[in-house]
Every structure is written in structure tokens, then in C-alpha cells.
């Protein structure tokens, strides 16, 4: 047999077999590379240099979480509002990156110290004394994902970046002319006679026929309409209801307990104070008196002759501290102890303890039971996502949502309701979940098309087996079941209508050429001297004359009237004297002008600076990357 196959291996076809099997296995084994040769991995290039894709995704990233602490914890990004934010992070880097090409051509650079002064001096990272906090510091840098060589760069371009945009804002300057001229422009102020038409006062309006009622009733049908309801059949599937089935072993709660030892108490926290100085000669001086004695106020004395700062820490416990090699100096301190001097990036720091709460232990019946409950949510919580997949199968397989809730264990409901979740009583359906589970329920069933038969819905944090057999459009209600709300509609109606019309009627009549005064008493209301206001006043300050009279009013000569619908109903106003702005006599004006005007002449100068820049960079951006870039 050895011998045949020494034999096949000699022919010219077995040669030609191996080298087709190891051209095959080449490919294989070098497929990425073969797949991926001749592609561009940066996500965009700015003056050929790359943005890769890993710091493009921890931009949007950061961005993303900056977001989401302002819209609060309610808000849950959509893929939509991951795209966006991962283009606006990608072109802040490409902004950055072209300002930073164009800094480095103009030889603009930022000093140590400079960058230890910028640092210093933002408020953010500022105690309640007003002193600067390292500690405060390493928390937004957690709280940012950002080390202290990225904050460290970072500063160093922005401040690169202020000189060179500085530059280009320092040329934008108000002419004295134009600032004068708005000045005068937002200081001037208008005295008018104003004739109000509140609703209220409105004259008795005849009883309405049958006929005005019904013809009111058919040409407002959004007011007589009833919503668009859904039929649903749904059950609700959460950890929260498969808790009872999850079984904890003990094996599991002492795995679970090794695992988690920092919960089994409260950690040791030191009482730490803390002095920065730029050079180990004032941080050795600082050292030596504080072991001799020194209290903190003399401490920060000597920090401050030295450039640096002194400040009380608090409490602090060792994961609250991220610089591995000061948290090993403080927690290895005895009670009152100053360490030897240590470097940071930031300089050299001394630490002195000034008080020790030892740790704390939960006894292990409590420690246990925590456990227990935190490992069964886990648990209820994975088991969830695995019911929920067997729960669509169920469903795909042709049961009905009933049958799908006995076989699970879930208990089902059929609800009629309208988008604010109302049932046809006007009162709010019954739904399950709590309070916390009924907006994205509702959600749900309006998104179902109707009709489409049931499925699984991820809701919140949970999931609902849901059907929605049938939709029932708005329509308008019978006239007999609404005829009081026409009524009452109809009513209200005729007295605005009346109102708009005396009010028309003494505008008319005062632009024919009758006095105000007089035309306005003709018309049964009672005239009255109103302002002076200017063009934003508001409450008080606009002398009684209506908010909604004063952009009219700001466009007329004396003499001519405006009108406009009011909170209280119609009002007219006819302009008697327009007081000049004294701009002398109000510098403050002119100077507020001055500075809006050149901001906004500065933040165009900039904003064309950046375009320009842009186009000049020569900027491409692989769009076959941006998917990868939306933060998750």
C-alpha cells in the first residue's frame, strides 16, 4: 500500500493536487488579510492623517454618555440618535485634527506650565474652598473614560487651539456706529391707548338652532371625534414574574459571595489631606513641616508661594483614589502620618492622614441572603431573554396569545384603549407591568400594524407576547351623544366671534379717522394709557400693554393701530408717543450692544476659520465605517 501511494505521489496530477490544496489553505489562513487588502481602516482622513476607528467610537461614546446624563436616566438612545451623535463626533475630531495640523505648521505650542495653570483653573475640578481637587479630577476622568495622558493631550490641543483661534476672533470689532444704532434700536420704548375684548365680557349671544348646532358639529370633527382605539390581546413576560421559578444553590451564593467581597461591608475610608507642588524640593519642604507640626491652613501657604495648592480630600476609600502608587502610600500611612513626597502627572503631591473608619462587615446571614436575591434577578433576568425566544416560537407555530400565556405560565388580558391609554369610558386601562411597563406597552400596540398577527415585543425590560386583531379609526361622534360639548363649543364660539368683531369694528373706525377714545366708548369698553414698553417686555415692565400688542405696535407711526388676539380675548392698541433710547445715559446699553454684535461677528470669523481649514485638509471619510463608529 506504501508502495502505490510512493507511486501516485511521482504523478504529475497528485503534484498538482498539493499545490491546489496548499494555495487553499494559504487563502484560508490569510483570509483577513486577502479580504481586507487595498481598504483603508481609518474612519476618516484629515491632511492624510488617519482617525482611527477606535478613537472615533470612544468620541461618540463619551458624547453619547455626556447626553444622556443631561436627558436623564428615562432616555434610552434609538439607532437614529447613535448615527447622529457618531457623525457630530466624527467631525468635532476632524475639526480638531485640522486645527491641530494647522497649530503644528504655524510652530503654536503649549508649555508644561501652561497646561498645569489651564488645569488648575477649571471650575469643574474646583473643592468647596475654591481649591483645586486632584480627587475631583480622577472622577471626571472615570466618569469620561479618559486617563490622565488623554486629559493630558487634550489640554495641550485645546490650548493650541485657543491661540490659534484667538487670533482669528481678535479681529472681529464693532463698528461704533452700528452699536449706537441698536443700542438705540432695543432701548426704545412706545406709549399706546389699548381697547381690550376679554371673552368674559363678551355680549349674551342668541340660543343656536338645531341646524347652527349640527352644522357646527360637522364642520369641526376633531373636536367631536372620537380617537383611534386598538384592540390587543397581550401578556407581559419580565424577570420580575419568572423570580418564583429561579432556583439559587448554595454552591452558587458562596461562589457568588467570593466573587464579591467588597460587597460583604463597607470598605476603610482615610480622611486624607493633600498638597500639589510643582518640583520635589517644595514638595520635601512641604513634607518637613507638616511632620513637624504644621497645620493645613500654613500648609497651603507654603503650597501657594510655591505655585501649587493644598486642600482637604475628605473621606476617601482606596477604590475612590485611581492612582495606584498614591493610593498605596495613603492606605499604608498609620493615623496622622505624611507620606514622602510622590510624581504624578500633574506634579508632586504629599498626603497626610488625618483620621481612619475602619472597615465594616455584614453579618453573613444578611451578606447571604443579598446574595441570594441579587444571583435569583440575574438569573430571572437571563431566564427571561430564553422564554422570550420559546414565547416567539409559540407564537410563530400559530397559538394565540391565551394559549402562549397558560403554556408559560403568564397571565393574559385583552384591553380596548387609545393612545393615552383611556379605555371608551374616558378612564385609563389596566395594564400590566406597573406604571414602569405601561408607556412602551402602549407604544407597542400602536406600532403594530393591525391585523398582523401576534408576536413578541420588547418592552422596557421586559417582553410582551402581543396581538392587535383590529384597529378602530377616529370617527365622528353621533350628534345626539355630544350635543351639550357642541353646545357649550358652539357658545363660546359666537362670543369670540362677537368680540373679534367689536374689535374690528373700532379698528376700522379709528383708521377711517374717529378718535380712539371715542370709538372706543361707542363700542362699550373703556380705553386706558398703557406703557412705556419696550420690545421684550414682559409682566410689569411692559406698563399694562399686552405681550401679544407689542410686535405690531413696534411697527407703527403715532396715530396708526394694530389688533391681535389676546390670552383674555382681542385687544387694540393705538401708538400715541415712541420714546427714544437715551443711549448716553445708559452706557451699559451700548456696551451690551457692542459685545453681542462682536460675539457674533467672532463666532463667524471662527466658523468660516473652520471651514476653511476643512476644505484645505483635503478631508475623507470612509462611510462604509460610520455604523461601526455609533456608540452602543
Known amino acids: 500500500m506504501i508502495t502505490a501511494f510512493r507511486r501516485l505521489a511521482g504523478t504529475w496530477f497528485a503534484r498538482g493536487l498539493f499545490v491546489l490544496l496548499v494555495l487553499s489553505f494559504a487563502v484560508w489562513g490569510i483570509e483577513d488579510t486577502i479580504r481586507n487588502f487595498g481598504r483603508d481602516n481609518a474612519v476618516a482622513r484629515v491632511g492624510g492623517q488617519p482617525i482611527e476607528l477606535a478613537e472615533a467610537q470612544n468620541a461618540a461614546r463619551r458624547e453619547t454618555q455626556r447626553l444622556q446624563r443631561q436627558l436623564g436616566p428615562r432616555f434610552e438612545p434609538n439607532e437614529a440618535f447613535r448615527q447622529a451623535v457618531a457623525r457630530q463626533a466624527l467631525e468635532n475630531l476632524i475639526a480638531s485634527r485640522a486645527q491641530d495640523q494647522e497649530a503644528r505648521s504655524l510652530g503654536v505650542s503649549a508649555s508644561v506650565d501652561a497646561v498645569r495653570a489651564y488645569t488648575f483653573a477649571i471650575p469643574a475640578f474646583r473643592d468647596a474652598a475654591g481649591q483645586f481637587s486632584p480627587f475631583i479630577l480622577q472622577q471626571f476622568l472615570r466618569q469620561n473614560d479618559l486617563t490622565e495622558g488623554d486629559f493630558t493631550r487634550l489640554v495641550i490641543s485645546d490650548l493650541q487651539r485657543q491661540q490659534l483661534v484667538g487670533a482669528v476672533r481678535a479681529g472681529a470689532r464693532a463698528p461704533e456706529t452700528l452699536t449706537k444704532l441698536l443700542a438705540a434700536f432695543a432701548g426704545e420704548k412706545r406709549v399706546a391707548e389699548v381697547a381690550e375684548f376679554p371673552l368674559l365680557s363678551a355680549p349674551e349671544v342668541p340660543e343656536p338652532t338645531q341646524a347652527q348646532l349640527e352644522r357646527f358639529h360637522e364642520n369641526n370633527p376633531a373636536e367631536f371625534s372620537s380617537p383611534e382605539y386598538r384592540e390587543a390581546a397581550l401578556a407581559l413576560l419580565s424577570a420580575e414574574i419568572l423570580l418564583p421559578k429561579v432556583q439559587v444553590t448554595d454552591a452558587e451564593i458562596d461562589a457568588g459571595l467570593e466573587a464579591q467581597r467588597e460587597r460583604s461591608g463597607t ?32 500648609i497651603t501657604t507654603q503650597a501657594q508661594a510655591a505655585g501649587g495648592a493644598a486642600l482637604e480630600m475628605g473621606q476617601v476609600t482606596r477604590s475612590e483614589m485611581p492612582v495606584e502608587n498614591i493610593a498605596n502610600a495613603v492606605f499604608a500611612l498609620p493615623d496622622g502620618g505624611v507620606s514622602e513626597p510622590i510624581q504624578s502627572p500633574f506634579g508632586w ?59 408559560f405560565g403568564l397571565q393574559a388580558t385583552r384591553v380596548t384603549l387609545d393612545r393615552q391609554g383611556n379605555g371608551r369610558d374616558g378612564r385609563p386601562v389596566t395594564l400590566p407591568g406597573g406604571p414602569a411597563a405601561r408607556a412602551a406597552l402602549i407604544e407597542a400596540i400602536f406600532a403594530n400594524p393591525a391585523g398582523s398577527g401576534p408576536r413578541v415585543a420588547e418592552v422596557g425590560q421586559a417582553f410582551a407576547a402581543l396581538d392587535v386583531p383590529t384597529a378602530i379609526p377616529a370617527a365622528l361622534k353621533p350628534f345626539a351623544e355630544v350635543e351639550a360639548e357642541v353646545r357649550r363649543a358652539w357658545t363660546l364660539d359666537a362670543r369670540r366671534r362677537a368680540q373679534e368683531e367689536r374689535a374690528t369694528a373700532l379698528m376700522t373706525a379709528v383708521q377711517g379717522g374717529k378718535d380712539f377714545a371715542e370709538a372706543a366708548k361707542e363700542a362699550g369698553v373703556e380705553p386706558a394709557r398703557m406703557g412705556p414698553a419696550a420690545r421684550d417686555a414682559q409682566g410689569p415692565a411692559a406698563g399694562g400693554i399686552p405681550a401679544e400688542l407689542l410686535p405690531g405696535l413696534f411697527t407703527l407711526k403715532p396715530g396708526e393701530v394694530t389688533m391681535a388676539t389676546t390670552a383674555a380675548g382681542f385687544a387694540v392698541a393705538k401708538l400715541v408717543e415712541i420714546i427714544p433710547a437715551d443711549t448716553a445715559a445708559a452706557p451699559d446699553a451700548q456696551a451690551r450692544a457692542k459685545t ?37
Open 267 to 298: 470598605p476603610e475610608r482615610r480622611t486624607v489631606e493633600q498638597a500639589l507642588v510643582s518640583t520635589k524640593e517644595a514638595a520635601d519642604a512641604i513634607r518637613t513641616a507638616w511632620t513637624g507640626g504644621a497645620d493645613l491652613q500654613a
Open 596 to 632: 453681542e454684535v462682536e460675539q457674533a461677528m467672532q463666532d463667524d470669523l471662527e466658523a468660516q476659520f473652520a471651514a476653511a481649514l476643512r476644505a484645505r485638509a483635503k478631508v475623507t471619510i470612509n462611510e462604509g465605517l460610520m455604523d461601526q463608529v455609533a456608540a452602543r
Open 349 to 407: 503631591h504629599v498626603m497626610k492622614v488625618t483620621a481612619i473608619q475602619p472597615a465594616t462587615e455584614i453579618p453573613m446571614e444578611t451578606l447571604r441572603a443579598q446574595t441570594r436575591e441579587t444571583l435569583a434577578r440575574e438569573k430571572a433576568a437571563d431566564l427571561s431573554f430564553e422564554e422570550a425566544n420559546k414565547l416567539e416560537d409559540a407564537l410563530s407555530g400559530g397559538s394565540t396569545v391565551e394559549e402562549a400565556a397558560q403554556r
